[in-house]
């Protein structure tokens, strides 16, 4: 994942974290932040 980040142009490379950050603090729904913070709504 690092190597691809780094090939489509960041300057840093990104890691899972930074997506599950960005889902959290971004425009997903309920359902798609779930999915990627790993939350279980049980």
Do not use: C, Y
């Amino acid at each position: 994942m690092e190597r691809q980040t780094l090939g489509a142009g960041f300057e840093k490379a990104l890691g899972p974290k930074a997506f599950r950050r960005g889902a959290a603090n971004g425009n997903a729904s309920d359902a798609v932040r779930d999915q990627m913070m790993r939350h279980d709504p049980r």
